[in-house]
């Protein structure tokens, strides 16, 4: 079996070595999420992760993306920013408690008006999309109790070449550590197994921040 550890040291290399290796507006909206939120801050993505999702975007040619779980708006910020000008981004969060903060950074990144908020379960507001599939790239960031509803209700609304991208399936290792048996945990071990028996879908796990699956319908 070939990997690599990703030391801290590695880690940093790699951000170094992006191009650009800065992004003033998302290590702002990190900073800022720290200071307003404490540990919470932990739940946006790192720069390599925003990176990839916007390449994601940029390279599949996705005008209509959706998100599951907004937080601050890091991921947002991404993907909005790789759209083009009459790309949209719609997020689905159970709370506004952290929009202001979002909105902030989308406004610095000039990108606020490509996306539209929906507040409430994101299953509901998943079901009332659009039964068609127009869906080009979807971000499930949520609930870890929700994810295979999530992925059930937006794989018919996915476009040909759509993509679902699903975060945190790794879960920091606990995924095949046993003595791990908390309700989130157990929610990714069978969405992950889930997945994996699946005939109509392909999926790939990527070691990408906290773990990245992409899926695709066949």
């Known amino acids: ?7 801290d040291d590695l880690y940093d290399y790699v951000l170094a070595h992006a191009n650009p290796s800065h992004d003033d ?7 800022t999420s720290r200071e307003r939120f404490g540990g919470l801050a932990g739940m946006n993505i790192g720069i390599d992760q925003g990176r990839f ?3 994601m975007v940029a390279i599949s040619g996705a005008r209509t993306v959706v998100e599951v779980g907004t937080f601050t708006g890091m991921s947002a ?13 719609i997020c689905f969060d159970i709370t506004d408690e952290y929009l202001d903060t979002a909105r902030e950074a989308w406004n610095a990144a000039g990108v606020e008006d490509r996306i539209e908020v929906r507040i409430g379960p994101a299953a509901d507001g998943l079901a009332a999309l659009p039964s068609e599939q127009h869906v080009d790239l979807a971000f499930i960031d949520a609930d870890k109790t929700g994810y295979a509803t ?20 790794i879960w920091s290792g606990a995924v095949i550590d046993d003595s791990v048996q908390d309700d989130n945990t157990k929610a990714l071990r069978a969405f992950n197994d889930m997945v994996a028996a699946r005939d109509d879908v392909d999926a790939v796990m990527l070691p990408i921040g906290d773990g990245v699956t992409m899926i695709r319908r066949r």
Do not use: C
């Open 77 to 89: 910020l991404w993907m909005a920013r790789a759209l083009p000008d009459d790309g949209r981004l």
């Open 53 to 55: 999702l916007s390449m």
């Open 25 to 31: 507006v998302a290590e702002r909206l990190a900073a």
């Open 1 to 7: 079996m070939r990997f690599i550890e990703l030391t």
């Open 150 to 169: 999530y992925l059930e209700l937006l794989l018919p609304r996915m476009s040909e070449r759509g993509v679902i991208l699903v975060d945190n399936v």
